[in-house]
């Protein structure tokens, strides 16, 4: 059964910097795809970052420069941190993950989800 919980959402000035976490369980975390999505009100689900098993990562272009994603594979958790957030960042922000031969920034090839931490900027 696969979980992933999300934590570390709350309410930011633009401008400030919010650290996301995810804490899987159920699959093997080192050989997955993972990421990050969010959802704005109004507007579909849309990549964030995501990470291959490698540590290969790939970025919205939205968000390159401001976010990094990162994973601990001993402690099985995944890593949003966000800085200089801005007001467009706001959002339910998901974290994801796939058995899959190349990562995308696509939501639709992600299987498993969390149930998402909202972020206000």
């Known amino acids: 059964h696969v979980q992933l919980v999300e934590s570390g959402g709350g309410s930011v000035q633009a401008g400030g910097s919010l650290t996301l976490s995810c804490a899987a369980s159920?699959?093997?975390?080192?050989?997955?795809?993972m990421g990050w999505f969010r959802q704005a009100p109004g507007k579909e689900r849309e990549a964030v970052a995501v990470?291959?098993?490698?540590?290969?990562?790939s970025y919205a272009d939205s968000v390159k420069d401001r976010f990094t994603i990162s994973k601990d594979v001993d402690k099985n958790i995944l890593y949003l941190e966000m800085s200089n957030l801005k007001s467009d960042d706001t959002g339910i922000y998901y974290c994801?993950?796939?058995?899959?031969?190349?990562?995308?920034?696509?939501?639709?090839?992600?299987?498993?989800w969390g149930q998402g931490t909202q972020v206000t900027v």
């Open positions: 994801a993950a796939a058995y899959l031969k190349y990562c995308y920034l696509l939501p639709n090839t992600y299987g498993f």
């Open positions: 990470i291959d098993s490698d540590g290969v990562t």
């Open positions: 159920g699959y093997t975390f080192s050989s997955a795809c």
